[in-house]
């Protein structure tokens, strides 16, 4: 075969190294796009736009949350979550057992994933700010007493009578620090009552109470079996709540009372 | 001749029916004699009319009758976002929304005339509380802080304009008011420092007529920003004032950067329609440091109070606090606390509440009645003239309040969380501040609004999905359905072909109330002449 006489051997030359130089550039961006079109996004920046929509009001638009929601870069959820799934749950289920009441989110896959991505980019970021980082950090919450905290505890507090520091709070600070500790110590989410109904036989009933609103009681008895009645139905239902005194307290309390208590109760390890 | 004669008689027909029955001209036409004076057959407006009382003239369902209340129809929007708008009711047509979409409903049948539906990915997506309507065009504020105007007959889009920069971080939610020929929109936006502002638009053009600023400009020395529009206002056609509620100051929990009072932040103001100059301004919680918009409900009653009669605004607000004022001057009549609060050292002697420095959010924390989310939140409160009963959904609540100089003095700047709160209904006088009686309503609390009615019952909802009509006088619940999602709207009622519909909403589903057909044979009619 002939070779190529020079002019076109160096057009191909020229050609070849403009095209590489193209590749190169366009390898540098995120994604290869036609002219005039903004580039895809990545899963974090899909994830950030995602998050400011539907979560930020209550998370804060860095997720960093006191804004009645949770700190996720702080949550141990988040941060024991390996796969995104536990995320997953929470995101798709909501939290209505809760104080706040998160409501369910509808989210395909591909958007949990960017989601998470994101959540997970924000603890990085949160985790490199160390002494700069918002939120509350167990460093804070230090400015109480112990000696006084504990005639709290014994006295005015009225805490001896239903916990025990070597009983049920026996290493409570092992399992618990920091915002997490206080927030149970005045009000422990999730604590169960007891409920008894009397139905109208006389016969009476005691369980864990499961449901209660104007118009219905249920309860699940010593098998875990749930039963339930109507109101109108049953001679009387009594419920004992414990925790009702952590609600009773909350009047009481000065400031200085929960850091004196707090620094208490983190002696429990 | 004859053909004349016959065209004469047939356009004298015409006037004749128009002139005698307003009604019989059905063209989801809405002027604004009837956003004035609404007729039974309407709910025209966000409060359902502008006195944002939420008081419906209608008497056919009862105390007496109540427990026969059965579902008339359901419509499914059958999508994620919960219903938290009032919706419009005019000519026999429902218009509600969610972020990003609008339905027109059908009242008869509760079947689908259109919907209208634009992905919008700018802007918090956390609710959205109706569209306003004006001549035979609907006004609809987005998640990326546009009011677009549409088409009432079938959701086609005339035009949309910029109320503010979502990039900045603004976005709106609220139901505009539609006051003459002006439509007044607010913002909202807490996670910048902002500027909140009312902006009116022209009705059939979107051009903007005037903008009211409730914080100095961004940037000025020792002064605050925020004090975002986030709720629909109220109107007095004859001093010609709207009044409206402010939000809180930004940055929002530490308050070092905006020493002083921080105006008009969690105020109510009153604001000429015309020209949006500021007649008067109360703040309900100067100097805020715990994100209490004083945004609820500013409700207008003209009554006696203390023997005098007096033209009256009255507010349930955020920070705990009762607030009645004479809408004249913008002068306080009464501030009393209508749940535990624990933040303020007093009441000075202009009716404000006094912050106690030592509750502003510190580093290890500060213990505070309400919480963020306030004794009361956006869902609307009633006013029944009989009872003179002010009807709130409360939240009495518990929270604890950060700020440190790591969290910086830009949006939040500190951190808040929730303790403990319980959900119940206050029925407070509004000459003392009692409660007259009070209903639990869940722990965590309910997020339904209030509809009084005038034969007697208080409509509302619980925490845990039940709607409640109870008996306005004692709170006594009369009847209930189980909806299945907490009531996050505000119910209305109307009459249409001589049956009473309630509306109120649970999840994405929409629910009409009545009393059965055969129960109205022979029986009242909806609406008594009075």
Redesign the interface.
């Known amino acids: 075969m002939k070779s190529l006489s020079f002019m076109p051997r160096f057009l191909i030359v020229v050609s070849c190294a403009a095209f590489a130089g193209v590749l190169i550039l366009a390898s540098r961006q995120p994604s290869v796009h036609a002219a005039g079109q903004a580039p895809a996004p990545t899963p974090v920046q899909a994830g950030a736009g995602l998050f400011q929509q539907d979560c930020a009001f209550c998370h804060g638009r860095d997720a960093m949350g006191g804004e009645t929601g949770p700190d996720l870069t702080r949550s141990k959820l988040v941060l024991s979550d390996t796969d995104g799934s536990k995320i997953a749950e929470v995101v798709r289920n909501g939290r209505l057992n809760t104080e706040k009441k998160m409501p369910p989110f509808h989210v395909s896959d591909a958007e949990m994933v960017s989601l998470v991505e994101f959540i997970r980019a924000r603890v990085t970021a949160a985790a490199a700010m160390k002494g700069g980082r918002r939120g509350v950090d167990v460093a804070d919450l230090q400015t109480g007493n112990v000696e006084l905290g504990k005639q709290y505890f014994n006295g005015a507090g009225g805490c001896s009578k239903c916990h025990s520091p070597t009983g049920d709070l026996a290493g409570v600070a092992s399992r618990h620090q920091g915002l997490s500790l206080e927030r149970r110590m005045l009000y422990p989410e999730g604590a169960k009552s007891k409920v008894t109904v009397t139905l109208a036989s006389g016969e009476t009933v005691t369980g864990t109470l499961a449901y209660l609103d104007e118009f219905t009681v249920g309860l699940r008895d010593s098998n875990n079996t749930y039963r339930s009645w109507f109101i109108d139905k049953v001679k009387k239902y009594v419920v004992d709540s414990p925790v009702e005194a952590h609600v009773e307290q909350f009047p009481k309390y000065t400031d200085a009372d929960i850091h004196n208590l707090m620094a208490y109760i983190q002696t429990l390890k | 001749m004859k053909l004349f004669q016959s065209a004469v008689v047939l356009a004298a027909s015409a006037l004749c029916v128009t002139a005698l029955s307003p009604h019989f001209v059905v063209a989801q036409n809405l002027e604004n004699s009837q956003i004035l004076k609404p007729t039974p057959d309407s709910w025209p407006l966000y409060h359902g009319d502008y006195s944002g009382r939420r008081h419906s003239p209608l008497t056919q369902i009862t105390p007496q009758n109540v427990d026969r209340l059965s579902l008339a129809w359901a419509f499914q929007t059958r999508?994620?976002f919960?219903i938290k708008s009032t919706p419009l009711l005019v000519d026999g047509v429902l218009y509600f929304s969610v972020p990003e979409h609008i339905w027109a409903v059908d009242a008869r049948s509760g079947h689908q005339l259109w919907h209208y539906s634009k992905p919008t990915?700018?802007?918090?997506?956390?609710g959205h509380r109706g569209v306003a309507m004006y001549k035979g065009w609907l006004y609809f504020t987005t998640?990326d802080a546009h009011l677009v105007s549409l088409n009432a007959k079938d959701g086609t889009v005339r035009w949309s304009k910029e109320i503010a920069d979502v990039n900045a971080g603004y976005w709106t939610t609220m139901s505009p008011l539609i006051v003459k020929d002006h439509v007044i929109v607010g913002v909202s936006g807490d996670?910048d420092n902002l500027g909140g502002y009312l902006r009116s638009f022209d009705p059939e053009t979107g051009d903007m007529q005037w903008q009211w600023n409730s914080t100095p400009s961004v940037g000025t020395p020792n002064s605050t920003t925020g004090g975002m529009t986030w709720m629909t206002g109220t109107y007095d056609p004859e001093l010609n004032l709207i009044f409206w509620g402010t939000g809180n100051p930004t940055p929002v929990l530490k308050g070092d950067s905006r020493p002083g009072d921080d105006q008009w932040t969690c105020s109510i103001v009153a604001i000429n329609p015309d020209t949006g100059k500021l007649a008067w301004g109360f703040q309900a919680s100067p100097h805020d440091t715990h994100?209490w918009d004083a945004v609820e409900t500013p409700v207008l009653v003209d009554a006696d109070f203390h023997g005098q009669p007096r033209k009256m605004l009255m507010q349930a607000s955020r920070n705990g606090y009762f607030f009645v004022l004479d809408r004249t001057t913008g002068k306080s009549l009464l501030t009393v606390p209508f749940g535990?609060t624990?933040w303020a050292l007093g009441v000075d002697k202009e009716g404000r509440p006094i912050p106690n420095p030592?509750k502003e959010p510190k580093?290890?924390?500060?213990?505070i009645?309400p919480d963020?989310?306030g004794l009361t939140n956006y869902r609307a409160p009633s006013f029944d003239p009989r009872t003179g009963l002010f009807i709130v959904d409360a939240h009495p609540s518990?929270s604890?309040y950060?700020a440190?100089p790591?969290?910086?003095a830009y949006?939040?700047a500190?951190?808040?969380?929730?303790?403990?709160?319980k959900g119940v209904i206050d029925a407070i006088d509004y000459q003392t501040g009692k409660i007259r009686w009070s209903h639990?309503v869940?722990d965590?609390g309910s997020g339904a609004g209030i509809l009084t009615t005038e034969s007697g019952l208080t409509i509302t909802g619980?925490g845990?999905g039940?709607v409640?009509a109870l008996e306005t006088k004692t709170g006594k619940?009369l009847w209930?359905a189980r909806t299945g999602r907490g009531m996050e709207s505000s119910p209305i009622t109307y009459e249409l072909d001589g049956r009473q519909y309630i509306i109120t909403s649970s999840g994405g589903t929409l629910f009409a109330w009545a009393l059965p057909e055969n129960a109205l044979e022979g029986g009242s009619s909806a609406s008594q002449p009075h």
Do not use: C, M, S
């Open positions: 999508q994620f919960e990915p700018k802007g918090l997506h956390i998640t996670f994100d535990p624990n030592e580093p290890d924390g500060r213990l009645a963020e989310g518990y604890v950060f440190k790591a969290d910086g949006g939040w500190g951190a808040d969380y929730g303790l403990w709160g639990d869940g965590g619980d845990l039940n409640l619940t209930h």
